[in-house]
């Protein structure tokens, strides 16, 4: 793979050198000057409206409409309809009135209203959570970016965002009717094809070696059933340093590809977290959350690249006895074979020590088989069912504190706030 490697490096070099730069003159940005190098897709979210931008229509109850201007068409709906002509040359942020008198407010659509409204094959990824892979993984301008899973094009417009005309954003899909759907998305976005993006219809262990060389890649997103499965030659793809952000929906999942992060040795510790979005209604003095809200849509699962021959170092935290079964973190002795070796046997899964319960050491057990065998004696020699509300220990007589009644102690052993104040009723007067 190594000499193949080399001349798929300098494909990808070459490649980058060789993509086209748009330009656009100091006019159109509005700006004096020469001709300035813009990013592609920059003029289409500026100046006025054009034929053949896409617009977002916002009626007096927040309903949003979207549509694509051309030049005498009209926009019809139950209360009426508007003229395209309307908005055309109108500048971004206008308002415009339709046949019946509804005002409706005109902007351009950001990218997280083109991503929630585009045509989806697949399920895409939110926009929380795209900017979350964006940041946490630390995509730059100018970076190598491998996805696998390119679903409708939702993740790879903020990563072709990001790197921008001098990166590269590889996307490998394995279902060639969902990259259909993901190329018209992203083109539809951009007003035509992105020079730094390529698809590559495939399953990603057998084609990634193929398209890129060995060490190249900057960072690797996976959003796809079974990451673990990639880790080898992700490993080989990327450059150290370089980080692997996975995308998985279920716990099942992050469990398995942090494992198998972990038995491999070529990557840091994983770090792994969710977000939940909660938008609030904001009404005057009727400031509250919103009743709906984006929760769980997926965990995110982090890590980095070692150099060459480097292992990990050790963890330091202890894990649970029962947390990797019997051949421990990193030995695959247990649990199915593969990438998840370090998973426990199905027929001691689901146990308190494999769930991370608190161990009860032998000595804790004894002393408080003495404790409830002290109780029992106590309630015997008082006559009363240890099992009972009036026997039993630490029952409500002691208002739930886990000791006995203060009436079945001997007064010498009492606490200073439990010890009775009045003497007992067949107590002589005078020793009142």
């Not at 979210?45 to 916002?58: I, K, N, S, Y």
């Not at 942020?93 to 209203?113: C, F, I, K, M, Q």
Request: hydrophobic share 40%.
């Amino acid at each position: 793979m190594g000499g193949h490697g080399v001349g798929a490096a300098a494909a990808v070099d070459s490649a980058i050198m060789d993509r086209p730069q748009t330009t656009q003159t100091a006019d159109t940005l509005g700006a004096p000057g020469a001709d300035a190098r813009t990013p592609v897709g920059a003029d289409r979210m500026r100046g006025p409206f054009r034929v053949g931008d896409r617009v977002q229509l916002t009626d007096p109850k927040g309903r949003m409409h979207t549509i694509v201007l051309e030049a005498g068409k009209q926009f019809f709906t139950h209360r009426g309809s508007l003229r395209h002509d309307d908005l055309i040359s109108a500048p971004d942020g206008s308002t415009v009135t339709n046949t019946t008198g509804v005002e409706y407010l005109a902007l351009r659509p950001l990218l997280s209203d083109y991503v929630m409204s585009m045509p989806r094959g697949a399920a895409v990824v939110y926009p929380k959570d795209s900017a979350q892979i964006v940041a946490m993984a630390d995509v730059f301008p100018g970076a190598v970016v491998v996805e696998a899973g390119v679903g409708s094009g939702a993740l790879s417009m903020s990563l072709l965002r990001a790197v921008g005309d001098a990166g590269s954003v590889h996307s490998f899909e394995r279902r060639a009717e969902f990259a259909d759907i993901a190329r018209a998305n992203v083109e539809a976005f951009f007003g035509g094809p992105h020079p730094a993006w390529r698809v590559t219809v495939g399953d990603l262990v057998e084609s990634l070696p193929d398209e890129v060389g060995a060490g190249t890649v900057d960072r690797v997103v996976l959003d796809m059933l079974a990451p673990w499965e990639c880790l080898d030659v992700v490993a080989d793809a990327l450059a150290p340093g370089g980080v692997l952000i996975c995308y998985v929906a279920t716990a099942t999942q992050l469990s398995r590809v942090a494992e198998a992060m972990r038995d491999h040795g070529g990557f840091t510790e994983p770090n792994a977290w969710e977000s939940m979005v909660r938008g609030w209604h904001l009404e005057g003095l009727a400031v509250r959350p919103e009743h709906r809200m984006h929760g769980h849509t997926g965990f995110l699962i982090t890590t980095r690249r070692l150099a060459p021959g480097v292992t990990p170092p050790l963890r330091k935290r202890r894990p649970a006895k029962g947390a990797y079964g019997v051949g421990g973190a990193s030995s695959g002795a247990s649990g199915t074979s593969g990438a998840s070796g370090g998973l426990v046997d199905a027929e001691e899964a689901w146990t308190p020590d494999d769930m991370g319960e608190r161990h009860l050491s032998d000595k804790k057990l004894r002393r408080l088989a003495r404790s409830a065998a002290a109780s029992t004696a106590r309630a015997d020699d008082d006559g009363t069912d240890p099992g009972s509300a009036d026997g039993r220990a630490g029952g409500s007589d002691a208002g739930g504190s886990g000791r006995p009644p203060a009436d079945r102690l001997p007064e010498d052993s009492m606490p200073a706030d439990t010890a009775p104040d009045t003497a007992p009723d067949d107590a002589p007067q005078e020793a009142l």
